[in-house]
């Protein structure tokens, strides 16, 4: 593992969604993090528009950043619906900077929402696995498993009850003769 530089406030590490950037030191609310940088590609180009990789950051319609390139840290920012940073874009520019939009301790996750549009394509048919989705799923899977044992219970004592009713009625029933109860006893009663 190479030596964490001191000057910057984040290293790249393990995460629960595979590489993700984490915070070394405290970084403040409103502060610039770090910037999103890459070959500037035109959807005009036919060549430039048919690009396809997961590391590219639309500006706008026209100019979109290819994230790819391995001295581009920043796009180990994993996806959050819940983030503690988010993107400033400046299209004139044609720059991305990941701004903090929380106080972050040093340990935690940077992390920002991309967006519908990357979500619909890249996530949502996988599943999203940042931490408030999957605290939100846990939530509702035990909510299910909850609502299956009370079926489950119910249905066991909806069935006690059957049987019970069933071996009532197969109890062999006192027979009246005359009057007098006969208990199936031969003789004279």
Not at 140 to 167: F, H, I, S
């Amino acid at each position: 593992m190479p030596a964490i530089s001191t000057n910057k406030p984040f290293r790249v590490g393990r995460s629960k969604t595979g590489l993700g950037l984490f915070a070394t030191k405290p970084i403040k609310k409103g502060s610039r993090i770090i910037r999103y940088f890459g070959p500037i590609l035109d959807s005009r180009i036919k060549e430039q528009d048919d690009i396809e990789n997961k590391y590219l950051f639309e500006l706008n319609g026209r100019w979109t950043i290819d994230g790819s390139v391995r001295k581009n840290v920043a796009r180990y920012i994993n996806h959050s619906c819940r983030p503690n940073a988010e993107s400033d874009v400046r299209p004139r520019e044609r720059k991305v900077f990941i701004r903090a939009i929380k106080n972050i301790e040093p340990g935690d996750e940077i992390n920002y929402d991309y967006g519908t549009d990357y979500f619909k394509a890249y996530l949502k048919p996988i599943g999203c696995k940042c931490q408030s989705c999957e605290k939100k799923r846990k939530k509702m899977r035990a909510e299910a498993r909850a609502e299956r044992a009370k079926v489950k219970a119910r249905a066991e004592r909806k069935a006690q009850k059957a049987a019970g009713k069933t071996a009532a009625t197969k109890a062999p029933a006192k027979k009246k003769l005359n009057g007098k109860h006969f208990n199936g006893k031969v003789g004279r009663v």
